[in-house]
T-cell receptor, first 116, second 114 residues
Framework: AQSVTQLGSHVSVSEGALVLLRCNYS??????LFWYVQYPNQGLQLLLK??????LVKGINGFEAEFKKSETSFHLTKPSAHMSDAAEYFC??????????????FGRGTSLIVHP | GAGVSQSPSNKVTEKGKDVELRCDPISGHTALYWYRQSLGQGLEFLIYFQGNSAPDKSGLPSDRFSAERTGGSVSTLTIQRTQQEDSAVYLC????????????FGPGTRLTVT
């Protein structure tokens, strides 16, 4: 069974500072990896995903994430935080290969707080 | 193009009443998911529909919860005899159905049981 761990339920940064949100997965075969963002009172929307190819993936709003197989990680970063980045961020995985569940596994989410 | 829509956006009901929540997925999406999100909590999977296959109901918390999807499109989540602990935001998502595809989420229905 696969699982997703997001370290830190809350991350606080100053505007202009580096954003780092951590995601680690646990599965025997590296899964497909997704990051979603949820702004207040809205549904989730996709930031970026990794399926195959280049391990550094660029998404919307200046975010990027790097798949590191050796570390079973898919951490989300942004060089310079904006106030508008304040939101809840979810890491999610789906299994690669036949026989797995078609239900994505989501992390518990990390709330990003951006201070002026 | 149109995204996933949900109605109503807010629903206040009295304990013991039944409620129906509606989801209109993106046209052409074969997979549809329902999730529950309580305050400050992550996503709790409820039910999954894929095409004409039998739904995966493994996440439904009790037999008071049921869902159907008519014509492979619109879905309705029904909660019977609502309880205060059912208060949450109910999110619907749709996708093309393969594991490689991302989900598109609706804005949610905020349910408050008084």
């Amino acid at each position: 069974a696969q699982s997703v761990t997001q370290l830190g339920s809350h991350v606080s940064v100053s505007e202009g500072a580096l954003v780092l949100l951590r995601c680690n997965y646990s599965s025997s075969v590296p899964p497909y990896l997704f990051w979603y963002v949820q702004y207040p009172n809205q549904g989730l929307q996709l930031l970026l995903k990794y399926t195959t190819g280049a391990t550094l993936v660029k998404g919307i709003n200046g975010f990027e994430a790097e798949f590191k197989k050796s570390e079973t990680s898919f951490h989300l970063t942004k060089p310079s935080a904006h106030m508008s980045d304040a939101a809840e961020y979810f890491c999610a995985v789906t299994p690669r290969g036949a026989g797995g569940s078609y239900i994505p596994t989501f992390g518990r989410g990390t709330s990003l707080i951006v201070h002026p | 193009g149109a995204g996933v829509s949900q109605s109503p956006s807010n629903k206040v009901t009295e304990k013991g009443k039944d409620v129906e929540l509606r989801c209109d997925p993106i046209s052409g999406h074969t997979a549809l998911y329902w999730y529950r999100q309580s305050l400050g909590q992550g996503l709790e999977f409820l039910i999954y529909f894929q095409g004409n296959s039998a739904p995966d109901k493994s996440g439904l918390p009790s037999d008071r919860f049921s869902a159907e999807r008519t014509g492979g499109s619109v879905s309705t989540l029904t909660i019977q005899r609502t309880q205060q602990e059912d208060s949450a935001v109910y999110l619907c998502a749709s996708s093309f159905g393969g594991l490689i595809y991302e989900q598109y989420f609706g804005p949610g229905t905020r349910l408050t049981v008084t």
